[in-house]
C-alpha cells in the first residue's frame, strides 16, 4: 500500500507563489520517478515536472523558468515551488510516484487545487 498526500493548493493572484507538497508513505527513494500533474475539468491530466532518484528533472514547456520540483529523501517528500502563476495554471494537482522493480507501479495522490486570479 502506497499512500500520497498533497497540501499547499489555494487561491493566489496572478503573479503570485504556492509551494506544494507531496507526502509519501515510504522512502521516496523506492520510486524510479516522482513528478506532479495538473488537470482541469473536460481536460486530459498532463505532466508538469518530474524528478528521478538521481535527481535529474524535467518541466512542460508551459512551467519552465517558473516552476521547480525538488525533493527531501529525508522527509519523504516532494515539492512543486510555483512562481509567476498565471490564471491558465489553475487546476487540481496530483502527485504521482513510479516504481519499475520488483514490480510495476503507479501512485497517485488525491489532488489538491490551484486557483490563480487575473
Known amino acids: 500500500q502506497v499512500q500520497l498526500v498533497e497540501s499547499g493548493g489555494g487561491l493566489v493572484q496572478a503573479g503570485g507563489s504556492l509551494r506544494l507538497s507531496c507526502a509519501a508513505s515510504?522512502?521516496?527513494?523506492?520510486?524510479?520517478?516522482m513528478g506532479w500533474y495538473r488537470q482541469v475539468p473536460g481536460n486530459q491530466r498532463e505532466l508538469v515536472a518530474a524528478?528521478?532518484?538521481?535527481?535529474?528533472?524535467s518541466y512542460a514547456d508551459s512551467v519552465k523558468g517558473r516552476f521547480t520540483i525538488s525533493r527531501d529523501n529525508a522527509k519523504n517528500t516532494v515539492y512543486l515551488q510555483m512562481n509567476s502563476l498565471k490564471p491558465e495554471d489553475t487546476a487540481v494537482y496530483y502527485c504521482?510516484?513510479?516504481?519499475?522493480?520488483?514490480?510495476?507501479?503507479?501512485?497517485w495522490g488525491q489532488g489538491t487545487q490551484v486557483t490563480v486570479s487575473s
Open positions: 515510504e522512502s521516496t527513494l523506492r520510486f524510479n520517478v
Open positions: 524528478i528521478g532518484n538521481g535527481g535529474g528533472t
Open positions: 504521482n510516484a513510479e516504481r519499475y522493480y520488483p514490480l510495476m507501479g503507479a501512485y
